[in-house]
């Protein structure tokens, strides 16, 4: 009876916890409130933006991989979808960056190209465009005659603008940020960075807060 007893406060005690955690979340700390109008469907509901010159998104993406964890942890009875943009303004790559990265989109190997281009910039900054084109072709196997008829194509030049479109409707201005349904941006500065699960688990709780405003 006394262990059943200890049991049943030990999840009092968690449960009380967590509700006290999730208070925590607030406009102005944790997140700032864009706009007050109605959701719009333009933008994808958790919108990503980086760059593969950017140490911070290198370490989001390839050491805490967070937003891996982030889609196991989402309710699996809605459709969330988590859409990461490429910047033009950083770099000397910066612009044909975005455009491999479209190609990537484009082919639906962005999952797995972006770690492969994240590790090359990142070790090597100098690394010729050229580089991640290599890259591209033996991750898809595709001759050059192939590859530039996409790298050329009005699709990848589509997926271009959006991502251009978005950082002047959202004036973006630093990276990484997390936008909830083009409404709400994250405010990263105040996380706990003392251990990767700590900041995973409170940018998590953030994103699913936000979710469900």
């Not at 262990?3 to 979340?25: N, P, Q, R």
């Not at 864009?34 to 050491?63: A, G, Q, R, W």
């Not at 590790?119 to 898809?140: D, F, G, V």
């Not at 706990?192 to 953030?206: G, K, Y």
Request: hydrophobic letters at 40%.
């Amino acid at each position: 009876m006394k262990k059943i007893t200890i049991i049943f406060l030990i999840i009092i005690i968690m449960f009380m916890c967590s509700e006290s955690y999730s208070v925590k979340v607030t406009r102005g700390r944790e997140y700032v409130q864009l706009h007050s109008n109605p959701i719009d469907k333009e933008f994808p509901t958790i919108l990503v933006f980086f760059s593969f010159y950017c140490f911070h998104c290198y370490e989001m993406e390839c050491k805490y991989h967070i937003f891996n964890i982030l889609q196991k942890s989402l309710d699996k009875d809605k459709y969330y979808k988590i859409i990461k943009y490429h910047i033009d303004f950083m770099g000397p790559l910066g612009s044909q960056l975005t455009q491999a990265w479209s190609v990537a989109i484009h082919l639906g190997i962005d999952e797995q190209i972006g770690p492969l281009i994240f590790r090359a910039i990142q070790e090597k900054p100098s690394h010729s465009i050229e580089y991640i084109h290599n890259i591209l072709m033996k991750h898809t196997k595709m001759n050059r005659e192939e590859y530039n008829s996409i790298w050329n194509s009005k699709k990848v030049d589509d997926l271009m603008y959006k991502q251009r479109k978005a950082v002047k409707d959202l004036q973006l201005r630093y990276i990484p940020t997390i936008f909830i349904y083009g409404k709400y941006m994250i405010l990263t500065e105040h996380l706990d960075r003392s251990s990767i699960d700590t900041f995973n688990n409170e940018l998590i709780n953030i994103i699913q807060f936000l979710l469900k405003e």
